[in-house]
Each structure stands twice: as C-alpha cells, then as structure tokens.
C-alpha cells in the first residue's frame, strides 16, 4: 500500500484560537506534529490540509508541503477528502489522517490503523485503554468494538454503561485516539455524506462514517494515550510533558 499522510490544521479552533500556530517547545504545534509523523516512518508523503496562508507558511520551513482546503468544512476528515481527492495525489492507496493536535502520537496507534486497512476493513485507528474515573468525562471519546476489533458505536458519555454500580470496570472502556486511515473508496463516501443526526449531537464525526455503513476497525494499544491539544491547560501539560522526556516517544 501506497500511503498519504495528511494533517488538517484550520486556525478557527474556539476553545484554542490559532491552534496550529502554538508554541510547544519553541515550535509551532503544527510543525511538532509534522515532525512526530515523519519520525515514525510509515507514509510514503506528507502534507498539510489548511484553510489558512498563515499555516501553509509556517508548514513550509518543515519541508513539507501544504495544501489550502475550504475554510466551510465541518470536521477533518472533510478537510483531508478534499485534499487527498487532488489529482496529485491519485497514486496512493490508503490515506492516513492524524490529526493537527497530537504531537504525542505513537507509532503503535499509526501502525495498528494502517494494519486494520490491511485486514479488510473500511476504516482503520485505534483506541487506548481508559482508566474508568475518566468515563464520564465528555473530552475522552470512548469507543465500544464487537469481537472483531470493529467499531459498534463512538461517544462523549460512558459506554458501555455500567447497570450495577458493584460491576467491574477494569478494561471495559477504551478511549478512540485521534488517527485514521481509510481506503479511498472509504474516504470519498465519507467525505460524500451529509452529517448525520448522531454526528451533530455528539459532534463526533466518525458516526457519520458508521451511519453509512463504513466498517471502521479499532487497533487496541497497550497503554493510555497522551491527551491531544484542545486549550490552553492541555498546551502548558503537553509543554511539561516534552521537556520531562525531551521530546521522546512517550
């Protein structure tokens, strides 16, 4: 498989203006997630989907290249159809998705979504194990599988949900973590939808890809995930976290 990474990065965040623009460790976030993905050695290229001249700029001085998108589009994997359905990019087999505010991205989660393409299914990414104090916890998306490691449904509350209070909780929730990869005819069907109505409530957009029966297979990690980048608070642990291991695949 011949595979394109594509990184969406839009300047409109609410809860973080100019998200990709951040500093962490004296590099823009943009450029820290450039550099996380090129490290792990699993895309044949790279690019940027941005809605902003600014980020094609800073994208620039990384060696990679950047594409302008539409500054109308609802959610990334949008930003990442219009980008990879380019005629430029028409080679590639499978194109991976990793999202603008996840410098701490592993290996594993990348590998395990590829992996999940290479076995068959629509759509590939991953889940980390999620320590049942944060279930309820509407930042951590949570994701429940059938036996074949394949999505049943994705949201902000807990699921599953535990009836008896006294039940065991170790190893029942899973958190979704913020990569995909989808075969081309998977992305342009995705990318052809309307939202669905679970999809705007949730305001997650991988119900969109199940509403319309896309098969999205989960690689499960071994340990919890490094939160992405959402505020201000997330931006100053994700700082404390890359000088405490100065910048290592932790």
Same mark, same amino acid.
């Given at each position: 498989?011949?595979?394109?990474?594509?990184?969406?990065?839009?300047?409109?965040?609410?809860?973080?203006?100019?998200?990709?623009?951040?500093?962490?460790?004296?590099?823009?976030?943009?450029?820290?997630?450039?550099?996380?993905?090129?490290?792990?050695?699993?895309?044949?290229?790279?690019?940027?989907?941005?809605?902003?001249?600014?980020?094609?700029?800073?994208?620039?001085?990384?060696?990679?290249? !950047?594409?302008?998108?539409?500054?109308?589009?609802?959610?990334?994997?949008?930003?990442?159809?219009?980008?990879?359905?380019?005629?430029?990019?028409?080679?590639?087999?499978?194109?991976?998705?990793?999202?603008?505010?996840?410098?701490?991205?592993?290996?594993?989660?990348?590998?395990?979504?590829?992996?999940?393409?290479?076995?068959?299914?629509?759509?590939?990414?991953?889940?980390?194990?999620?320590?049942?104090?944060?279930?309820?916890?509407?930042?951590?998306?949570?994701?429940?599988?059938?036996?074949?490691?394949?999505?049943?449904?994705?949201?902000?509350?807990?699921?599953?949900?535990?009836?008896?209070?006294?039940?065991?909780?170790?190893?029942?929730?899973?958190?979704?973590?913020?990569?995909? !990869?989808?075969?081309?005819? !998977?992305?342009?069907?995705?990318?052809?939808?309307?939202?669905?109505?679970?999809?705007?409530?949730?305001?997650?957009?991988?119900?969109?890809?199940?509403?319309?029966?896309?098969?999205?297979?989960?690689?499960?990690?071994?340990?919890?995930?490094?939160?992405?980048?959402?505020?201000?608070?997330?931006?100053?642990?994700?700082?404390?976290?890359?000088? !405490?291991?100065?910048?290592?695949?932790?």
């Amino acid at each position: 498989m011949r595979v394109l990474g594509v990184i969406p990065a839009r300047l409109g965040s609410t809860r973080l203006p100019n998200k990709p623009l951040q500093l962490l460790a004296g590099e823009p976030l943009i450029t820290r997630v450039i550099q996380r993905v090129l490290e792990h050695g699993l895309v044949d290229e790279l690019i940027v989907a941005t809605d902003s001249r600014v980020v094609v700029e800073v994208v620039g001085r990384s060696g990679v290249r !950047a594409v302008l998108t539409s500054d109308r589009h609802l959610s990334g994997t949008d930003r990442v159809a219009e980008a990879a359905g380019r005629a430029d990019f028409a080679e590639f087999d499978v194109v991976a998705n990793v999202q603008g505010d996840e410098p701490f991205i592993s290996r594993e989660a990348l590998a395990g979504a590829l992996d999940r393409i290479a076995q068959g299914d629509d759509v590939g990414t991953a889940a980390a194990p999620l320590d049942p104090v944060l279930a309820n916890d509407p930042s951590k998306v949570k994701v429940v599988t059938d036996d074949r490691g394949r999505a049943l449904y994705f949201s902000r509350a807990a699921i599953p949900y535990r009836r008896e209070a006294g039940e065991p909780a170790d190893s029942l929730y899973w958190q979704h973590v913020g990569i995909y !990869a989808y075969t081309r005819p !998977a992305l342009r069907r995705w990318g052809s939808e309307p939202p669905s109505r679970a999809e705007l409530a949730e305001r997650l957009e991988q119900l969109r890809a199940l509403h319309c029966g896309l098969r999205i297979g989960v690689a499960r990690l071994d340990v919890p995930m490094m939160p992405g980048i959402d505020t201000m608070d997330d931006l100053r642990r994700a700082e404390a976290h890359w000088h !405490a291991h100065q910048g290592a695949s932790l």
